[in-house]
């Protein structure tokens, strides 16, 4: 039944980009702002919004008006003066994966990332040698509440996690039917290099004065033009380690989403170097990078969810984004279902 008020909506969904909003409005299954008036909004709340019901719940989908920290913090902010109903707020979209070779599956594009805590990386002093991250208790991101922590506890039961992910896939299978840009670009495309391995040209496709691989290049510097160009335009090769965990995930051909729960890293940064995320990754025990969930953390009781999309590398590009948006999309379905409210 459509809430009579904002008051009966107790789970907020934030996005940062309009195709991870498109993904989570066609995963709904009523709408209710499509063809009546919305529910308005508490004056000085700057935000825009979507409603409608997700399983049993009223759910307002907030669209941000920008990526980053602080624009999240400012629509959590907004979303408490209007809707003062929220009991937890989901983040969804995309993300970077951080492929860290693990014990677990092997993490791959289009796989969820469910957060269990957030870590800010980019916050602290910057020496002339190193960065050192804030880590004392007035400058950390606290956990979960316990109802949040209870749930992602249930997850790291096997058969149940087999289960959340058998429903992501129906969910994610529904959206492609109704025709959402959410097919899977497939296993050819999905490319991991070795961390220092850099988006440059290679002798073979550079020009004679290419900063990338001229003489006083140490290996470090690159051009405008290979920023703007794709791995095969550059000539970059990709070598997989035989008998990989990655290589198993393959090993049946286009592989199903998985779900990973861990920490998350978070920062008004674009992650783009593999060698930069590699060793914060290590330092934080961290399995995906984004840029808005230590800004909601601090205001509503939060859960990250987000589809990978890249490896955080210099090889990002948006070909997995799509996909990625519908894989976390539909996670985040699969999540309310065993949420009580």
């Known amino acids: 039944m459509r809430p009579e008020t904002r ?47 997700i399983g049993q719940h009223n759910v307002v989908l907030a669209h941000m008006p920008g990526m980053g920290v602080s624009s999240a913090a400012s629509v959590a902010s907004d979303i408490q003066l209007s ?32 957060s269990n805590s957030v870590v800010e990386f980019d916050f602290g002093k910057q020496y002339p040698t190193r960065f050192e991250r804030k880590t004392d208790l007035d400058h950390t991101l606290g956990r979960p509440n316990p109802e949040i922590r209870g749930l992602l506890s249930k ?4 058969s149940i996690r087999k289960e959340l992910e058998e429903t992501i896939l129906q969910n994610l299978n529904i959206l492609q039917q109704k025709g959402h840009a959410a097919g899977y670009p497939g296993a050819e495309h999905d490319r991991l290099f070795p961390a220092s ?5 290679r002798r073979q496709t550079a020009s004679q004065d290419c900063l990338c691989v001229s003489s006083q290049s140490d290996g470090r510097a690159l051009c405008l033009e290979a920023l703007e160009s794709s791995c095969d335009a ?13 290589q198993m995930r393959f090993a049946s051909g286009n592989p199903t989403p998985f779900v990973h729960i861990g920490t998350i890293g978070s920062a008004s940064t674009v992650m ?12 934080n ?43 976390a999309a539909s996670a985040a379905k699969a999540f309310l279902d065993h949420w009580t409210s």
């Not at 859960?303 to 090889?315: A, E, F, L, Q, R």
Request: proline share 4%; hydrophobic share 40%; with cysteine.
């Open 7 to 53: 008051d009966e909506f107790e789970i907020a969904i934030v996005c940062a980009l309009p195709l991870e909003a498109a993904a989570v409005i066609d995963s709904f299954d009523q709408r209710y702002d499509k063809n009546c008036s919305g529910y308005g909004k508490q004056e000085g709340d700057t935000n825009t919004y979507s409603t409608g019901r």
């Open 197 to 201: 391995y850099r988006h440059i040209h």
């Open 234 to 246: 550059l000539g970059c090769i990709v070598e997989i380690p035989d008998g990989s965990s990655r």
């Open 285 to 327: 025990n961290i399995i995906a990078f984004e840029m808005e969930g230590a800004g909601v953390w601090d205001n509503l009781p939060c859960v990250v969810i987000k589809g990978v999309c890249d490896y955080s590398d210099s090889h990002k590009n948006k070909m997995w984004q799509n996909y990625a948006a519908a894989t």
């Open 155 to 158: 997850f790291g039961v096997a």
């Open 83 to 114: 809707f003062k109903g929220i009991r937890l707020a989901l983040i969804v979209g995309v993300c970077g994966g951080a492929p860290l070779e693990r014990p677990t599956p092997a993490i791959v594009l289009g796989d969820v990332i469910i």
């Open 272 to 283: 783009k170097s593999g060698e930069h995320r590699d060793a914060i990754a290590r330092g």
